[in-house]
């Protein structure tokens, strides 16, 4: 898909991922930014977008904002983004009723282009690299059922109707804004207490962290050169960071050096995994490597929140 000269969807446009892809993509597109702003910020949305207030599990919002004229959808939005939730059925509920939803309708008016954003929470607790065509898929989480659940209704769509599909299955995605997020957490905590820190689990939990930037850069590239009914790709960096190393960090850039305290145990919550190992080879092959390693994403993203921090 061309992305120039287009008009675009953008839903979940004011949160940490939506709001700079929705930026990058208004460039050179006419962009419309959906979102109830429950985790978004309206300051986020970019002013060159348009911005319509509103729940997806509206049928009549979802009516409102995809049109005939509308080119491709770039789905974000999440009643709720939480890997440990309080709600765990109306998660499961509510997210998969938003996808299907929106694939419904985007084929009911001939929208032929649809961009999901998933997570390598899919993959569960595999303790090993784990490609596109790892298999079992066995999630621990409600929030990684959801995510499979809402890829299989994508697979529907891309297969049987006239729809072709982007799965992105995301690692942990960091940049200059606080919310959910152990980057953000730090900060946050050592904002309070800059003699101790509080880290869940044993610090030795190990994930790949990709800066914001570089995965709406990623997400644009697959969009524009992977042209298969369905494209399901990691996106994450060749390199892992454990916890420990992400307190470090923020601790370095902060300029200061707390004691840890940890709570104890080899996850963090309920539905932690905790070993993520995402090869991005077929990010690779396609043309995009990322610039930034997981630990070098992570000093990127503390020194955009601690300097945010320091503004307030």
């Known amino acids: 898909m061309n992305l120039a000269g287009q008009r675009l969807v953008v839903t979940g446009g004011a949160g940490l991922v939506g709001s700079e892809l ?18 978004g910020r309206r300051e986020s949305v970019p002013d060159d977008a348009e911005l319509v ?3 997806l ?16 959808v ?14 765990p059925r109306e998660q499961f509920a ?22 999901f954003t998933s997570s390598c929470t899919v993959y569960g607790e595999a303790g090993e690299p784990t490609p596109e065509d790892y298999a079992p898929m066995e999630p621990i989480s409600v929030y990684g059922a959801t995510k499979l659940a809402e890829e299989a209704v994508c697979s529907v769509y891309a297969h049987s109707y006239d729809l072709t599909v982007w799965a992105f299955r995301f690692a942990n995605i960091v940049g200059p804004r606080f919310g959910a997020g152990v980057v ?30 570089e ?3 990623a997400m644009c590239y697959v969009v524009e050169h992977a042209d298969a009914d369905l494209n399901t790709y990691n996106l994450g960096t060749r390199t892992t960071t454990d916890v420990t190393r992400v307190a470090d960090i923020v601790s370095d850039v902060m300029g200061l050096d707390p004691d840890y305290e940890y709570t104890g145990g080899d996850r963090g919550w ?29 000093r990127r993203a503390a020194e955009q929140l601690v300097g945010m921090s320091a503004t307030r």
């Open 53 to 55: 207030e509103g729940d």
């Open 57 to 72: 599990l509206d049928e009549s919002v979802v009516a409102d904002v995809v049109t005939p004229d509308v080119d491709g």
């Open 94 to 115: 509510a997210n998969t009723r938003m996808t299907h939803s929106l694939l419904e309708r985007a084929d009911e008016v001939g929208v032929g282009n649809f961009a």
């Open 215 to 217: 995965c709406v850069a």
């Open 184 to 213: 953000p957490d730090f900060v946050e905590k050592l904002r309070a207490d800059p003699e101790t820190l509080t880290i869940l689990g044993n610090g030795e939990q190990e994930k790949s962290y990709m800066h914001v930037g």
């Open 270 to 298: 309920t539905g932690d995994v905790p070993k993520v190992f995402l090869p991005i080879d077929r990010l690779a092959d396609l043309g995009w490597e990322p610039e930034f390693s997981s630990d070098e994403s992570v």
């Open 22 to 39: 929705a930026a990058r993509l208004a460039r050179d597109n006419d962009v419309l930014v959906v979102d109830d702003l429950s985790n």
């Open 74 to 87: 770039f789905h974000l939005a999440a009643a709720d983004k939480y890997v440990d939730t309080d709600e």
